[in-house]
């Protein structure tokens, strides 16, 4: 049943009603004991923060997601859910208090042994929410020291190829050169979700991320990147339109377009 409720979430994604609804009809068949329901809830958070009802986004957030010990230093599962959710909000534009400040802890005190670049780019993004290029800076030299290093696999040549332009990126939002950060995230975002692990719901908020900082560059050049990168999800995702926080940054695009 989770997985049946999963997969179709997925498939709602640009109907953010309809998934709540049936997340909401579904919802005692995965929400007593079940190791995997806080990413569910992930799903749920996400569709009401599509529709712009973040506060209901933000209770499932604060009742569903700081359950417990869900979110705990090591158990990087639910902490990419949640640092992928509080990213969408600030992306959309939303106030998330302090949230990111405790899961940022969490991640520092997490580490990394590399074996999946996609915690660690929510790692990277996590510590440019809070500003804290300490962390990144360390990030980058462990994952350079991962990348001279003897080990092999899958995770090395993806690491390899794209890891160091997605944390430099990373840095650069701290410091809020977007300019450069979409420039490091043009070399990195389009190849780094096609190859890593994660559904396409998950790795999205890459290309929302790359997305936004082209937003906040304000170059033209910048803008039409970012507008060829969602032009060429919706082909990769074979739909004719956008999820509603998409084609809001969409929208974002097209008047910064009308005032160059």
Not at 45 to 62: G, K, R, T
Not at 150 to 162: E, P
């Amino acid at each position: 049943a989770v997985v049946s409720t999963q997969s179709t979430g997925y498939e709602n994604q640009a109907k953010p009603k309809e998934e709540i609804s049936f997340l909401e009809e579904t919802s005692k068949h995965w929400t007593r004991g079940v190791n995997f329901s806080h990413h569910i809830h992930w799903h749920h958070a996400n569709a009401y923060a599509q529709i712009q009802d973040y506060d209901s986004a933000l209770a499932v957030y604060d009742t569903q997601f700081m359950r417990g010990s869900c979110l705990s230093p090591g158990n990087v599962f639910p902490l990419s859910d949640a640092s992928s959710f509080l990213m969408r909000m600030k992306i959309d534009g939303h106030d998330i208090a302090d949230r990111h400040l405790s899961v940022a802890e969490m991640w520092s005190k997490s580490g990394s042994n590399f074996t999946s670049l996609f915690y660690d780019a929510h790692s990277a993004f996590t510590a440019a929410m809070v500003g804290d290029t300490t962390a990144i800076t360390q990030l980058r030299g462990e994952m350079e020291e991962y990348i001279a290093s003897d080990r092999a696999g899958w995770n090395k040549v993806v690491t390899s190829k794209y890891g160091l332009d997605f944390v430099d990126g990373m840095k650069h939002l701290a410091d809020e050169d977007y300019a450069e950060a979409t420039e490091k995230l043009a070399r990195s975002v389009p190849h780094v979700i096609k190859v890593i692990h994660g559904s396409k719901a998950q790795k999205s908020i890459f290309s929302l991320i790359y997305i936004y900082c082209a937003i906040l560059s304000g170059d033209k050049k910048h803008l039409e990147q970012a507008q060829e990168h969602m032009e060429e999800l919706m082909r990769w995702n074979k739909v004719t339109s956008l999820p509603p926080l998409q084609q809001r940054l969409w929208n974002r695009i097209q008047r910064q377009h009308d005032d160059h």
